[in-house]
């Protein structure tokens, strides 16, 4: 399922290995654009998936964590198994600028004009709370939670993220 705003494009679950293509090519065609609407969604879809299933969310995940916490309860007490792939960018996690820069919200907001040095111990005070509350989150609510930085190699950490389960599993 890709969101935005809505469910912009879902398919059925399905246990045979072709259906793995259909995924890829909706991961692979997904373009994001505008304001997510990511935890009203994610509170649908713990409503609207009929069966136990694997919700995989591969996100920046740029809503409040209380918000975030609510939305995994509510899919794990519908008994789904969550596994999140929380997107960082590089620049997000030094924030090492050296010139005034113009900041663009990605998703629509106001774009914000600052000198570097006089907000980073700041920046990097609030990104270090707001990554602890995520852990907590992760912790209390029984999340498989993987921080991804985006030059990572998306298919080392796919593979880690499958090894790692099928070993946890006895499988």
Request: aromatic share 6%.
């Given at each position: 399922t890709c969101l935005a705003e809505t469910i912009v494009r879902s398919i059925p679950p399905r246990r045979t290995p072709s259906h793995l293509r259909?995924?890829?090519d909706i991961l692979e065609n997904a373009e994001p654009k505008g304001d997510t609407q990511l935890?009203?969604?994610?509170?649908?879809?713990?409503?609207?998936?009929?069966?136990?299933?694997?919700?995989?969310?591969?996100?920046?995940?740029?809503?409040?964590?209380?918000?975030?916490?609510?939305a995994f309860e509510h899919l794990r007490f519908r008994k789904h198994d969550v596994a999140v792939f929380h997107l960082l960018d590089p620049l997000e996690l030094n924030f090492d600028f050296q010139r005034p820069m113009r900041f663009l919200d990605m998703e629509g907001g106001p774009s914000?004009?600052?000198?570097?040095?006089?907000?980073?111990?700041?920046y990097h005070k609030a990104l270090g709370q707001y990554l602890d509350e995520m852990k907590s989150i992760v912790l209390t609510s029984g999340i498989d939670y993987h921080r991804v930085n985006i030059e990572d190699d998306f298919e080392g950490v796919l593979r880690e993220f499958l090894s790692a389960r099928t070993r946890s599993r006895g499988s």
């Open positions: 259909a995924i890829f935890v009203p969604r994610l509170h649908e879809l713990a409503e609207t998936l009929g069966q136990r299933a694997l919700v995989v969310l591969v996100s920046d995940l740029f809503v409040s964590p209380a918000e975030l916490k609510e914000i004009f600052a000198e570097p040095n006089e907000i980073a111990d700041r």
